[in-house]
């Protein structure tokens, strides 16, 4: 059974940093095969795509919001996908997911949560101001 675990979440202050891990585990193709996403969603709020990678790990996609603060990256021997965060702001507090969609295409990002069929459990950012 595919299954996301995401891990590194915790509190932190305004212009301080956190890095996430997501491990990807019982996948049926290569984790090379599997394009990735980090959405978060904050309490009242749709959740939203911060940050996306091709299967190739080649291309990235950031919303205006967090680019030239968030860092997303993908290594395929550990099965893993990162999100490095930077100058965390206040607004940037919401539990994160991380999400795993088989890609035909390696150098394709998805934004959209309905292309992503694995998600992981989530783990809470707080940023105090």
């Known amino acids: 059974q595919a299954q996301l675990v995401e891990s590194g979440g915790g509190s932190v202050q305004a212009g301080g940093s956190l890095s996430l891990s997501c491990g990807a585990s019982?996948?049926?193709?290569?984790?090379?095969?599997?394009?990735m996403g980090w959405f978060r969603q904050a309490p009242g709020k749709e959740r939203e795509c911060v940050a996306a990678i091709s299967r190739s790990g080649k291309d990235t996609y950031y919303p205006d919001s967090v680019k030239g603060r968030f860092t997303i990256s993908k290594e395929n021997a550990k099965s893993t996908v990162y999100l490095q965060m930077n100058s965390l702001k206040a607004e940037d507090a919401a539990v994160y997911y991380c999400?795993?969609?088989?890609?035909?295409?390696?150098?394709?990002?998805?934004?959209?949560?309905?292309?992503?069929?694995?998600w992981g459990q989530g783990t809470q950012v707080s940023v105090s101001s």
């Open positions: 019982g996948f049926r193709f290569a984790f090379s095969r599997y394009a």
């Open positions: 999400a795993a969609t088989e890609s035909n295409f390696p150098n394709r990002f998805f934004t959209g949560p309905s292309y992503y069929g694995t």
